[in-house]
């Protein structure tokens, strides 16, 4: 069976720009989570959120491509950019043909729909910009990816709401291993810090008003963030006859459908996906000594993953870490996956585990160890990373250290 | 007007609840109509829209807020504290 690695990555979010920086905040225990600075924020009622700040896009794509580029976009293109350049492929020919893109979005171009929406319905304006809805349609990042290096293999979207880039990320994995592309470049992207994107998840009153906290018994709900991160995805010995610099291995994915409720969580369905990723892995349980939780800082989410992880692990599930990183970036819906995946690598290759801030009280419904507000040096071999969506969609993926 | 703010309310929960008027009574749980977690935040937002009031409720803790949902009567004076508080009546 043909093996998958990672051998680029690439970020912005609100912990930083890029790898080393994001990683020193996981490090650290940073939070980047902040007061929104948008448009119309003070009639929001949830004022806070994990925005990328002293973001200017001028600075970055010239008038042209910001005519094209949703927020979504450009940030996508940044981790792309960081992902692909330096890697040392060159992408043409058979390569060319043979990569594709496949990334995690849940609301696309979000500020795009929103801005024209507010230009037509509250300015009364009877005429938008010819490009809103190129910029605005879900594909539109990966196909800028595409376009950018050339990449003329199997490309699409994914969108399955929180769980949309481990869906990206585990399809891209598996064309590689059942031999539909050699390369994949995969990840996700979410702006949704619009007014009407806040409002929108506002309404669901599942929203803090000041922090997220995950696995505290004092936790009052999730925080939205934005950003993304890309990563590239490789054959085994297509990375190993290039001498590239493996980052971790793929080894398993596996998805499963709650079919019960639009946004309730159902234990059973997120134990059968973890389940699934092991068994797809040919991983026992107990080699696994991390799991980058999807730990989103609800009432419901929170008890009900501990409860799977405590379900498909046994008496190792008290013996393995658990941490929600959403606590510092915050939840970047769609993206989110993708920014966890960073930290799930960074256990493998660095031995350090990150931590979930903003951890108060013990919660006896998340009775497992959360790695409580301090990052922690310990030596991992295989890793999990949880997605489990509205609409009960969930997606769970296993890596482990580079070979 | 003749509609007084137990009657709005009655008939919110009856709608929620796929119910008569007549079956919601004032010592009923929204449990008890069957109104699940869903159900109540829909509840919420058709009362805030019906009485021009923001109802401070987090599904996430809905022991520690201080909207009592623990019954229709319970409700009805939630929302009458709040009409007065935010409309000085």
Known sequence: MRRVVITGQGTINALGRDVPTTLDAFRE????????????????????????????????????????????????????HQALDGAGLNFSGDLAARTGVVLGTAGGGVNTWDENYRSVYEEGKNR????????????????????????????????TACASSNHAMGLAFQLIRGGGADVMVTGGSEAMLSFGGVKAWEGLRVMSKDACRPFSANRNGMVQGEGAAVFLFEEYEHA????????????????????????????????????????DAKLNPDEVGYINAHGTGTAANDKVECAAVAHAFGAHADDLMISSTKSMHGHLIGGTGAVEL?????????????????????????????VPNEAREAEVSAVLSNAFAFGGMNAVLALRAAP | ??????????????????????????????????????????????IEEAFDISVPFNANQPDESDFDISSVAAIVKAVEGLVAEQHGT
């Open chain 1, 128 to 159: 938008v910009h010819p490009f809103v809805v190129p910029k605005l349609m879900n594909n539109a990042a990966a196909s800028h990816v595409s376009m950018e290096w050339n990449l003329r293999g199997p490309s699409f979207s994914v969108a």
């Open chain 1, 342 to 370: 960073l930290a799930c690598i960074m256990a493998l290759r660095d031995g350090v585990i990150s931590p979930t801030i903003g951890y108060e009280e013990p919660d006896p419904e998340c009775a497992l160890d959360v």
């Open chain 1, 240 to 279: 190993r006859a290039r001498g590239a610099d493996i980052l971790a291995e793929i080894v398993g994915f596996a998805m499963t459908s709650d079919a019960a409720d639009i946004v309730m969580p159902s234990q059973q369905g997120a134990a059968r996906a973890i389940i699934g990723a092991l068994r």
């Open chain 2, 1 to 46: 007007m003749g509609e007084n703010v137990q009657d709005k309310i009655i008939r919110i929960i009856a709608e929620q609840a796929v119910l008569e008027p007549e079956d919601v009574t004032m010592t009923s749980t929204l449990e008890d109509l069957g109104i699940d977690s869903l159900g109540l935040v829909e509840s919420i937002f058709a």
């Open chain 1, 29 to 80: 225990g940073r939070c980047g989570i902040g007061p929104l600075d948008l448009r119309d924020v003070d009639r929001l009622s949830v004022k806070i959120g994990g925005q990328v700040k002293d973001y200017d896009p001028e600075a970055l794509f010239n008038r042209q491509q910001i005519a094209l580029y949703d927020r979504f976009t450009q940030f996508t293109l940044i981790a792309a």
